[in-house]
């Protein structure tokens, strides 16, 4: 009897500890990173260069899953709904954590209360190019053959990013080009190689390989000063449009309502992998300049963005779809 009594006392503590272990135990099988955007992208590129240290650090695989269209939706809806687990985690941009809430009246996602931050994880400079058949040679040139063409000349973008940053060219400067949407940058980098569209702002590490290798035309960067990794290109700014900047980013987030845990666990492994040499020289080498943060840190940077983003979409004179 008193045996019995015994192991019904203890039960409860058992049921309690048993939670607990599993936390600890953290993590025990394949963790997916989703990606909102194809292969190819800078954002698969980190989330693909990423994985393979975090799964080294963690003793577990990473496995990247792309989940590309909707400017990010599709996969940001994906790990808003998976379990919080830490099996799922979102590594993404600013497309679906800052400007998509700037472009659209009503998202599939909530990027605040659908989701618990876990690190900054970089940004990344974007570059003006055009197809070769455009007969300019800079910036400057560019603008002046789109004031004398007015809607002839069209611009794809798979990001938001991407998309806002011709738009502001186009407010800064007082030209008119056609918007063509994609799923991701490489397919309108794609077509801009083909000539179907004929200019884009995309990300140094999808577009300066093409460039200097002759099958696009580099003109300049997106940043307020040059990039220290395409020191030839001139900014905007330098161009004549004032107070141009415009920098993308990336983060991890995970489902919200994940156990503290968890994405302290993540947090670290994300931080240690970002701070190994190997990955910073793969990610510099891409065109990303790595960098890591705390989860309180981003949800900051989350809304101070979200913020930024607004007021350059009203800027731009971009109306909500």
């Known amino acids: 009897m008193l045996a019995t009594l015994a192991a019904l006392a203890a039960a409860p503590l058992l049921a309690f500890a048993a939670p607990a272990a ?10 997916r990173f989703v990606v909102p955007f194809s292969a190819g992208s800078a954002t698969d590129t980190l989330a693909r260069v990423l ?3 975090v799964s080294s650090i963690l003793g577990q695989p990473v496995v990247v899953e792309n989940l590309p269209g909707a400017t990010g939706q599709i996969a940001a809806s994906n790990v808003a709904r998976a379990a919080p687990d830490g099996y799922s985690v979102l ?7 800052a400007s998509n809430q ?6 599939s996602y909530d990027h605040i209360k659908d989701f618990e931050p876990v690190t900054t994880l970089g940004t990344i400079t974007l570059a003006l190019v055009v197809n070769p ?31 806002l940053a011709v738009e502001m060219l186009k407010t800064g400067a007082g030209v008119d080009i056609l918007y063509v949407p ?32 002759g099958k696009l035309k580099a003109l300049g960067v997106s940043s307020a000063e040059r990039s220290k990794l395409a020191p030839e290109l001139p900014t905007m700014r330098e161009a004549g449009i004032a107070d141009y900047e415009l920098i993308a980013w990336f983060a991890a987030f995970v489902p919200a309502k994940t156990p503290a845990p968890v994405i302290a666990t993540l947090n670290k492994a994300m931080v240690q992998a970002m701070g190994d040499q190997s990955v910073q020289t793969a990610l510099l080498n891409a065109g990303i300049e790595p960098n890591s943060s705390t989860p309180e840190a981003l949800a900051k940077l989350v809304a101070s963005e979200t913020k930024k983003w ?12």
């Open 133 to 163: 058949s455009v007969p300019v040679a800079t910036t400057k040139d560019f603008i002046a053959y789109a004031k004398a063409n007015p809607g002839k000349l069209s611009f794809g973008a798979g990001s938001t990013s991407s998309r």
């Open 182 to 213: 994609y799923k991701s940058n490489p397919q309108a980098v794609s077509d801009l190689l083909g000539g179907q569209i004929q200019v884009m702002f995309a990300d140094i590490s999808t577009t300066l390989p093409q460039a200097r290798a």
């Open 310 to 321: 607004a007021e350059i979409t009203k800027a731009a004179g971009i109306e909500p779809e």
């Open 102 to 107: 700037a472009l659209y009246k009503k998202l």
């Open 91 to 97: 590594i993404t941009s600013n497309s679906t954590h």
């Open 51 to 53: 994985g393979e240290k």
């Open 22 to 31: 599993a936390q600890e135990a953290y993590p025990t099988r394949t963790i």
